[in-house]
T-cell receptor
Framework: QQQVKQSPQSLIVQKGGISIINCAYE??????FPWYQQFPGKGPALLIA?????SEKKEGRFTISFNKSAKQFSLHIMDSQPGDSATYFC???????????FGAGTRLAVHP | SQTIHQWPATLVQPVGSPLSLECTVE??????LYWYRQAAGRGLQLLFY??????ISSEVPQNLSASRPQDRQFILSSKKLLLSDSGFYLC??????????FGSGTRLTVV
C-alpha cells in the first residue's frame, strides 16, 4: 500500500523559475517529513526536513510548506538553477522511527 | 566524523551466481542500518533494516538476504541472482539524529 504519493513524476523549469514538488500522505501518525536530493549515480542526500508543529521551513532557496489538515507537504525551489537538476524524494516517518518511507521521486531538469 | 563505505561501485553478475555487497560505517556506534534498492527511474524500496548485531528485519519477500555480523557492518547477499535483482543498491545509516546518510551505491547488472 502506497503511503506517500509524490507528484509530478518529472518537471522542467527554466533557470530562475520556481520548482514545486508535492507529496500527500494518508497516515496521520507520521511526524517527520524530509526531502532528499539525488544526483545521477549517487546516493540521496538530506536536503531539508520539517516536523508538523510548523507550517513552513526555509533554508536558502529551499522551502518546505506543510499542510497538516490536508496531509500534504511540498518542496519549493526558488530561483532554480541548472545545478539543481536532480531527482527529489519526499519521505516520512513516525517519531523514534526505524525506517523512512519514500515517495516515488521527481526528476527535475532546470534549463538555462 | 561519520562516514559510510559501500562497495563495489559497479557489478555485473550472471544469472544464478551468488552476491555479496558490503557496507561499513565509521565514526558511530550502534547505528540503524538499511539496504534499499532503486530500480531504473523508480523510487527507493526498503529491503532490510537492522537495529543491532544479528537483528534483521525484512520488508519485502525476495531472493535476497541480509546479515549484520558486526556493529558497523551490514551485508546484502543472494545465493542465486535473478535478472530482476538488477538495480542500484544503497546502504544507509541513521544515528541519534533524524536524517539518513546514504552510501554511494552499487550498480548491479544481472546478465
Amino acid at each position: 500500500q502506497q503511503q506517500v504519493k509524490q507528484s509530478p513524476q518529472s518537471l522542467i523549469v527554466q533557470k530562475g523559475g520556481i520548482s514545486i514538488i508535492n507529496c500527500a500522505y494518508e497516515n496521520t501518525a507520521f511526524d517527520y517529513f524530509p526531502w532528499y536530493q539525488q544526483f545521477p549515480g549517487k546516493g540521496p542526500a538530506l536536503l531539508i526536513a520539517i516536523r508538523p508543529d510548523v507550517s513552513e521551513k526555509k533554508e536558502g532557496r529551499f522551502t518546505i510548506s506543510f499542510n497538516k489538515s490536508a496531509k500534504q507537504f511540498s518542496l519549493h525551489i526558488m530561483d532554480s538553477q541548472p545545478g539543481d537538476s536532480a531527482t527529489y524524494f519526499c519521505a516520512l516517518a513516525r517519531g523514534g522511527y526505524n525506517k523512512l518511507i519514500f515517495g516515488a521521486g521527481t526528476r527535475l531538469a532546470v534549463h538555462p | 566524523s561519520q562516514t559510510i563505505h559501500q562497495w563495489p561501485a559497479t557489478l555485473v553478475q550472471p544469472v544464478g551466481s551468488p552476491l555479496s555487497l558490503e557496507c561499513t560505517v565509521e565514526g558511530t556506534s550502534n547505528p540503524n542500518l538499511y539496504w534499499y534498492r532503486q530500480a531504473a527511474g523508480r523510487g527507493l524500496q526498503l529491503l532490510f533494516y537492522s537495529v543491532g548485531i544479528g537483528q534483521i528485519s525484512s520488508e519485502v519477500p525476495q531472493n535476497l538476504s541480509a546479515s549484520r555480523p558486526q556493529d558497523r557492518q551490514f551485508i546484502l547477499s543472494s545465493k542465486k541472482l535473478l535478472l530482476s535483482d538488477s538495480g542500484f543498491y544503497l546502504c544507509a545509516w541513521r544515528g541519534t539524529g533524524d536524517g539518513y546518510t546514504f552510501g554511494s551505491g552499487t550498480r548491479l547488472t544481472v546478465v
